[in-house]
């Protein structure tokens, strides 16, 4: 099953979500992230949080008591995080995140301090960039428009061990050690894959000014 969790900050334009959304199993909404969701003509399922950023309360209303799951402002989790949390107790194993760009920094930190843990999310739509997690073992094939920027980054405590193709720097060889960033590369031709031969990666994709779309 896929979950999308919507969360505050910038987020994708209503086109963008929308297509984001198709073929979703669960919606769960954290916070103002509701505000994201229904301004992009979805319903979700579930909506969590403190309520604290919400722009207005009374959209909750239109909810089932059951569906809303308030949490006090002093809580230990992130809207964020409880929304991903509730996507995986209703059964998805695959989760997405949709919003969490711009605004407050420490937020942005903090989504991307999920993709460090041992059941990360798989991908995240911040704005105009697609960000996916690439497991141990796992490949990454998509194709964007050609010249579009692809950064990588590891994941995890390693090692780390990564093998490209269709980018105009390879992977291949690679010395990575904690920290390390490859910013500002490039998909040559369009298509591109990479393979996290050891260790988790995260790839960020922009590709042309827009959201790079739901890749395959």
Not at 13 to 38: F, N, Q, T
Not at 133 to 146: I, K, M, N
Not at 185 to 207: D, K, S, W, Y
Request: charged fraction near 25%.
């Amino acid at each position: 099953m896929r979950g999308i969790a919507f969360t505050g900050g910038e987020g994708p334009g209503r086109k963008a979500l929308r297509k984001i959304a198709l073929g979703a199993d669960v919606l769960a909404a954290a916070d103002s992230g509701l505000a994201l969701c229904e301004d992009a003509g979805l319903r979700p399922d579930w909506v969590v949080g403190d309520m604290d950023s919400l722009d207005d309360l009374s959209r909750l209303e239109k909810y089932p008591p059951d569906r809303v799951i308030r949490f006090p402002a002093g809580k230990d989790f992130t809207d964020t995080e409880l929304a991903v949390n509730v996507l995986r107790e209703k059964g998805c194993d695959e989760v997405w995140i949709a919003g969490g760009g711009g605004g407050r920094l420490d937020h942005l930190f903090a989504i991307r301090s999920l993709f460090e843990r041992a059941d990360p999310p798989h991908r995240w739509f911040p704005g105009k960039e697609e960000i996916r997690c690439v497991r141990e073992g796992g490949v990454l094939r998509t194709a964007l428009p050609p010249g579009s920027l692809v950064g990588v980054f590891p994941l995890g405590c390693g090692p780390w061990q990564a093998e490209s193709s269709g980018l105009r720097w390879p992977l291949n060889g690679l010395v990575w050690e904690r920290g390390s960033a490859w910013v500002s590369n490039v998909a040559t031709q369009g298509p591109f894959e990479i393979h996290a031969a050891r260790g988790r990666l995260l790839v960020l994709m922009r590709g042309g000014g827009r959201v790079t779309g739901i890749c395959p």
